[in-house]
Nanobody, 125 residues
Framework: QVQLVESGGGLVQPGGSLRLSCAASGSIFSIYAMDWYRQTPGKQRELVAAITSGGSTNYADSVKGRFTISRDNAKNTVYLQMNKMKPEDTAVYYC???????????????????WGQGTQVTVSS
């Protein structure tokens, strides 16, 4: 079974930067689109940024020009560089993979809709 493990969250002052990482573990052949979502108490989880296996990206309007999503396919890792952070960026950030092809014995299967455990990001002075 594949796991997504996030790291890099923490406390940062307004205007500061953080870099989140999400590494997929397991016998992985390929990962399709990967995304970062965030959620605050009482609100729905919202898409922050997405990146395809080919590197095409998409961002929420609220983070355009401040956040950058990237990936290293050789390391099965996706990153979220967050700059010029604002208090409203405070949330639990989740990594998500649309589809992962992994080995099972001599064959392979697809796992869909895989989530990480989340990492807390707090922007406060």
């Amino acid at each position: 079974q594949v796991q997504l493990v996030e790291s890099g969250g923490g406390l940062v002052q307004p205007g500061g930067s953080l870099r989140l990482s999400c590494a997929a573990s397991g016998s992985i052949f390929s990962i399709y689109a990967m995304d970062w979502y965030r959620q605050t108490p009482g609100k729905q989880r919202e898409l922050v940024a997405a990146i395809t296996s080919g590197g095409s990206t998409n961002y929420a309007d609220s983070v355009k020009g401040r956040f950058t999503i990237s990936r290293d396919n050789a390391k099965n890792t996706v990153y979220l560089q967050m700059n010029k952070m604002k208090p409203e960026d405070t949330a639990v950030y989740y990594c998500h993979a649309d589809a992962i092809r992994r080995a099972v014995g001599v064959t392979s299967i697809y796992e869909y809709d895989t989530w990480g455990q989340g990492t807390q990001v707090t922007v406060s002075s």
